[in-house]
Every structure is written in structure tokens, then in C-alpha cells.
């Protein structure tokens, strides 16, 4: 990790964006029971954090895809940093919704795109990938070529690697679960002994709390 990603890393649990707490875990929608919360959206409200998200993204795009012609952003979580790096960049931009609009045009895809346009889609947060692949896969059914997948933050689920994989989608992250740890340490925000907790905890969190 670089100095950068590890500034972003600090500021994700300053604003507590991500949540840490293994002796009072959180329920997730699927249930799951998860010593770590995560709403990225949350760092919108803060400029210093936004920009430095925005330009870590930016960088990465320059660095990895400068053959990009188009960002899109997966609705909804990153709707606005998708936006806020298109504007940067000065290209295009288009979102993904989770399903078709019910009504009107019935999109998918909100924005102008042209088959054979290179793209990259932009994600706030990786758990199994599920939703950021479903978002890739109707880019493709749309003729654009997907060029790769940059987030915020994954916590490196092995599924979500396999996933990723047999979709044939490039995933690179601002930060990760590992990192996180680190600097959660490192800042005083978890104790050394809680850090074996939330290891065990991403190696199967569906069933961590049976265990």
C-alpha cells in the first residue's frame, strides 16, 4: 500500500465510514453477523476525504486505463465518486442501476454510450462482488468493452475473488481488509488482541458467530 492509500485508509475509519467492533458485531442484510460495518457514501460529507478518494481513483485511472474513454459508477453507492472522477478526468460518465427503471425507457444504463467505447466502472465497496459483476456484465451486453474495476474498499473475500475471476474482471482497490487492520492498530483504534478476531471473522463470515 502507498503512502496515499494508507491516508485513505485512516480517513475511512476517522469519519467512520467503517465501523470496527468485534465484541459487538453488526447484522448485515444477508444476515451475517460482522465485528465491521462499512458505508462508504458517508465520506461525501467530508471535502478533505472526497477529494482525496476522488484523486486516488483519478490516479489509478491515468495510471492503469489511460485508454479510458468513459467512468461509470454502480448505483448507488458510487453514483457520486464515479461522477466526481468523470469530472476530473473530463470524460464521459454513465451509472449502472441494481434493475431496470419500472417505468418510461425501462434503462439499465443511465447515460449516453456508443458499442466499442472503453470503459471503467467505478464501486464504492467489494463483499462478494455480486452486484459490482451484475453491473459489469450489462456494460458488455450494452458493446462496450469493461477495461477493469476500481473501489474504494474490498475485504478480500476468497468468493469474491473466484468471482471476480470467473468474470474476467481486473479489480484494484484504494485500500483493503488487511491494510484496514493495520492502521486500525497502528492508530489506537483496535487493540493487537482483537486483530485474530476479526481474521477469523473474513475467513467464513457467514458462519462466525456459530462458530
Request: proline share 4%.
Amino acid at each position: 500500500m502507498t503512502t496515499s492509500d494508507n491516508l485513505i485508509t485512516k480517513y475511512l475509519l476517522q469519519s467512520k465510514a467503517i465501523k470496527l467492533e468485534p465484541a459487538k458485531p453488526f447484522t448485515w442484510a444477508s444476515g451475517w453477523k460482522s465485528p465491521i460495518y462499512c458505508d462508504n457514501r458517508i465520506t461525501l460529507s467530508f471535502p478533505e476525504i472526497r477529494d482525496c478518494i476522488r484523486d486516488g481513483f483519478v490516479e489509478k485511472v491515468k495510471q492503469l486505463y489511460p485508454q479510458a474513454d468513459v467512468i461509470a459508477g454502480v448505483a448507488t453507492g458510487a453514483i457520486a465518486q464515479g461522477a466526481l472522477v468523470a469530472d476530473k478526468l473530463q470524460l464521459p460518465f454513465v451509472y449502472v442501476r441494481s434493475a431496470p427503471k419500472s417505468h418510461g425507457t425501462e434503462n439499465l444504463i443511465e447515460g449516453s454510450l456508443t458499442a466499442g467505447q472503453k470503459v471503467v466502472v467505478i464501486e464504492d465497496l467489494i463483499s462478494t462482488g455480486g452486484s459490482s459483476l451484475q453491473a459489469v456484465e450489462a456494460l458488455r451486453k450494452a458493446g462496450v468493452e469493461v477495461l477493469g474495476m476500481l473501489a474504494i474498499f474490498t475485504y478480500g473475500f476468497p468468493v469474491a475473488e473466484n468471482n471476480f475471476k470467473s468474470h474476467d474482471v481486473t479489480l484494484h482497490t484504494l485500500t483493503n481488509y488487511m491494510n484496514l487492520l493495520d492502521q486500525a492498530v497502528a492508530t489506537g483504534y483496535i487493540k493487537e488482541e482483537q486483530v485474530e478476531i476479526l481474521k477469523e471473522w473474513r475467513k467464513s463470515p457467514d458462519t462466525w458467530m456459530q462458530k
